[in-house]
């Protein structure tokens, strides 16, 4: 099944943009030719007008997009690349073409999400009472997120079986089975197959969350949307600004950024009477404030910061919304806690000699949280504090990483580079950091500050990095 002249001319534009090699062109076309499904999506996405151009992609956190505003898919160059030594192996190109072009034909149902999320949006900030809570619309775009980026993956898998299957065919071999599949692109594959390697040769079957029909084909069934749901959109991601967000808080930080704007415009303030009470519960989303405000909050041409209240926890807890999309940076405030002595600044506020410490400290915390699969939480803020406390203690100036032990018993906060010989570390006990509030790290900071005179804890200081590079010069 060839291109048809539309599809066809769409393929050889490619070959005009700014970049991009005659290599690279071939390396497209052969994979094209390779999957009959990807060559009856490309053939539909012309004919259906949502696909006119493909151009190189400039994101490097994003293994491809679709933008439907442009009607263009925008693919690495280095996907398309032949390497050094050895052949081009198409299994990657052919699963984000596939999964790229699905979000062309998904692109109807994602403007109808949009639409009812601005009339969700509409209801909400034009209720009568006090609390305007936005958690409903803002999950709800959410969710049809997961169905469109679900959806494409399952595009992708077909266009891997397609592929295999006529590998299979043009070489006189047998159909391909579960473990053909796997090997065509294993790091997307892992999304769908298990892989049971106890013994040898392991053997490889479908996710229990998927199925599949007698020739691989999987559809886009409620129980596979679902499953691909659970096992890509779900888990921890490389997007958004940083490279460091999930798919929740990439698609969450423009729909809070909305909730904000249809709020102020429908209640602007007046003289005299309060403030509705905007209301998120971003557990309940799974968004993290940190990496939601990394990815860029945008309050518009009014930067001043937006309060709201968060039960996650399953009380209510003051928050703002902080004007971030140019900065991509997480500045959290919090109210003193009762319990906490009058007068002593919590590292968590910025008026806290420290918190700049405390907030690169908490950054490389969510960093780990990110690592191990875990939403963060109350416990990131006590481990990022106490580490804070202790790196003063021990003359540390910053804290660029926060590793835990093997038996995770220990965290270790580290300033400069894990792999340098002249990195300074900081000890703190697990157990003990996680359940010792902000608040008392707080005033152990100001205990350890009143025992140490300024003019001493700069000599101190001194001696240490001059001992330092001693060490270092010995080295």
């Keep these: 099944m060839p291109l048809t002249t539309q599809a066809q001319a769409v393929v050889d534009a490619f070959g005009h943009q700014p970049g991009v090699t005659a290599q690279q062109l071939q390396n497209l076309q052969n994979t094209l030719n390779g999957s009959p499904a990807l060559t009856q999506e490309v053939n539909d996405a012309v004919a259906a007008g949502h696909l006119q151009r493909i151009v190189p992609l400039n994101n490097p956190h994003a293994g491809g997009e679709y933008s439907p505003q ?19 192996q198409a299994g990657e190109a052919t699963f984000v073409l596939g999964h790229e072009l699905q979000h062309g034909f998904n692109a109807a149902e994602k403007a109808q999400a949009s639409a009812r999320f601005g009339q969700e949006l509409t209801a909400v900030a034009q209720s009568p009472g006090h609390q305007h809570d936005y958690t409903a619309p803002i999950g709800n775009l959410i969710a049809a997120s997961r169905r469109d980026e679900a959806g494409a993956e399952i595009s992708g898998w077909n266009a891997i079986v397609s592929a295999a299957q006529k590998d299979a065919a043009d070489h006189h071999r047998p159909a391909p089975t579960l473990q053909d599949i796997y090997k065509q692109q294993p790091f997307r594959m892992n999304d769908f197959i298990d892989v049971d390697r106890s013994h040898v040769p392991p053997t490889y079957s479908m996710k229990p969350n998927l199925e599949v029909d007698a020739n691989l084909h999987m559809a886009t069934s409620a129980k596979n949307l679902e499953g691909m749901g659970q096992n890509y959109f779900d888990r921890a991601g490389g997007l958004g600004h ?44 799974r968004l993290s404030p940190n990496i939601v405000a990394q990815n860029g909050i945008d309050l518009g041409s009014n930067t001043t910061p937006v309060p709201y209240v968060d039960r996650s926890s399953g009380t209510s807890v003051d928050a703002t919304f902080r004007h971030s999309a140019t900065t991509h940076t997480y500045q959290p405030i919090a109210p003193l806690p009762s319990g906490a002595e009058p007068g002593v600044t919590r590292l968590d506020q910025a008026s806290h000699p420290d918190n700049g410490l405390y907030r690169q400290t908490l950054d490389a915390v969510h960093r780990l949280d990110a690592q191990v699969g875990r939403q963060p939480d109350v416990s990131s803020n006590n481990l990022a504090a106490a580490v804070a406390v202790q790196a003063r203690r021990d003359g540390l100036n910053e804290i660029n990483h926060v590793v835990l032990s093997e038996d995770k018993s220990k965290a270790f906060g580290v300033q400069g580079d894990l792999h340098s010989p002249t990195k300074q570390i900081t000890e703190v006990g697990t157990a003990q950091a996680v359940n010792t509030s902000v608040a008392q790290s707080s005033q152990q900071w100001q205990q350890h500050r009143a025992a140490q005179p300024e003019q001493q804890g700069q000599h101190q200081q001194q001696g240490q990095q001059n001992q330092q590079g001693q060490q270092a010069q010995a080295r």
């Design 70 to 88: 442009d009607k263009e898919m925008r693919l690495p160059l280095t996907m398309l690349t032949s390497p050094a030594h050895g052949s081009y």
């Design 242 to 285: 940083n490279g460091n967000s999930s798919y929740a808080n990439y698609y969450g930080a423009n729909a809070i950024s909305d909730a904000i704007r249809f709020e102020r415009h429908y209640n602007p303030p007046q003289p005299g009477v309060p403030a509705h009470e905007l209301r998120v519960d971003m557990a309940n989303l």
